[in-house]
C-alpha cells in the first residue's frame, strides 16, 4: 500500500465563534472536491463539524475520544461523509473528559501524533475547540501548518499574540515542524465599515501570512450547517462557497511554493 505522509492542518483560535468549524468543513469539501484523500479529524466536544457533515452524535459513536487516549485504532471508527475522498473522525460530547484523563499521562501533549501520522491520507484537518487546553497541544503537536480563522470585528486582534506564543513554545519544544500557513479573514462585512479597518490592520502587522481570500459573512453558509452539509454542496453559487473554493485554491497553492 502506498504510504504517503499526510500533510496536517490544524484550524485554530482559542477564541470562539471565528469560523473554525466552518472552515474546517468547507475547506475539507473544496480540497477533496479537487481528487485528494482527505480525513477531518472533530476535536471539539461540542462536535460541529461532525454535524455539520451530517452525522447523527447517537449512543454508541466511536469518537475522537477513543483515539485521542489511545484506546481505539483510528482505522477502525473512521467513517465515510458523502463527499467523496472525504472521510471524518467524529467526536461525541464523551470528549469533554480528555483532557482530565490524559493529564496525568507522561505522552500527554503526543497521543494524537502518534495516533494519526502515519494515516494514508493527502490532507487532514484538525477542528480545535476554543481555548488552549491539552487537546489543543495535541492538535500542534499532530500538524505541521496551521490556519487561524480571525473574524472581522473589534476585538479579534486581541488575544492573537498569546496565541502565536502558544505556536512558537510548542516550536521550540514539541515541535519544530509547525508553520502558520496563513490567517484567515471571516465574516467579512462589506456594508460594515469595521470590517475594512479591522481586515487592513490585520494586514498591515501580518502582511504575506494573511490570505488573500476573505471569507464574506453568508447567511447561505449558516443554513448550510444547518441543514448538515457544506455550504459548497449547499448552494455553490453563494459567495460563501465561492471564498472557500478560492481558499483551497490559494492554500493549495502556498504548499507547492
Ligand atoms: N462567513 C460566515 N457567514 C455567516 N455565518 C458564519 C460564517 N462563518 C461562520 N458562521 C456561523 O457563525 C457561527 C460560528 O462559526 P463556527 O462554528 O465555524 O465557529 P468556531 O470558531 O468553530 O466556534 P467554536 O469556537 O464554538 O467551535 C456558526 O453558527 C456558523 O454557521
Ligand atoms: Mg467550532
Do not use: W
Not at 476554543?130 to 492538535?139: D, E, K, M, S
Not at 500538524?143 to 499574540?161: D, K, T, V
Not at 488573500?212 to 448550510?224: G, H, M, Q, W, Y
Not at 471564498?243 to 507547492?256: C, G, K, P, T
Amino acid at each position: 500500500m502506498n504510504s504517503k505522509k499526510p500533510n496536517i492542518i490544524a484550524i485554530i483560535n482559542q477564541k470562539g465563534g471565528v469560523g473554525k468549524t466552518t472552515t474546517v468543513v468547507n475547506l475539507a469539501t473544496a480540497i477533496a472536491a479537487v481528487g485528494n484523500e482527505v480525513l477531518v479529524v472533530d476535536l471539539d466536544p461540542q462536535g460541529n463539524a461532525t454535524t455539520g457533515f451530517g452525522i447523527h452524535k447517537g449512543r454508541g459513536l466511536q469518537s475522537s475520544y477513543g483515539v485521542l487516549l489511545g484506546l481505539t485504532d483510528p482505522r477502525e471508527i473512521i467513517q465515510n461523509t458523502y463527499v467523496n475522498g472525504l472521510h471524518i473522525i467524529a467526536s461525541t460530547i464523551d470528549l469533554s473528559a480528555a483532557e482530565i484523563e490524559l493529564f496525568p499521562q507522561k505522552d500527554r501533549d503526543s497521543k494524537l501524533k502518534q495516533a494519526i501520522s502515519n494515516l494514508n491520507y493527502d490532507y487532514i484537518l484538525i477542528d480545535c475547540p476554543p481555548g488552549f487546553g491539552l487537546i489543543n497541544i495535541n492538535a500542534l503537536n499532530a500538524s505541521n501548518r496551521i490556519i487561524i480563522p480571525l473574524q472581522c470585528e473589534f476585538y479579534a486582534l486581541e488575544g492573537l499574540a498569546q496565541l502565536f506564543n502558544t505556536i512558537q513554545s510548542v516550536r521550540n519544544t514539541i515541535n519544530k515542524n509547525l508553520i502558520v500557513s496563513g490567517i484567515l479573514l471571516t465574516m467579512y462585512d462589506r456594508r460594515n465599515g469595521l470590517s475594512s479597518v479591522v481586515a487592513n490592520d490585520v494586514r498591515s502587522h501580518f502582511k504575506n501570512l494573511v490570505f488573500n481570500t476573505v471569507i464574506p459573512r453568508n447567511v447561505k453558509i449558516s443554513e448550510a450547517s444547518s441543514y448538515g452539509k457544506p455550504v459548497i454542496l449547499y448552494d455553490v453559487k453563494s459567495s460563501g462557497a465561492i471564498s472557500y473554493i478560492e481558499l483551497a485554491r490559494e492554500f493549495l497553492s502556498r504548499e507547492v511554493q
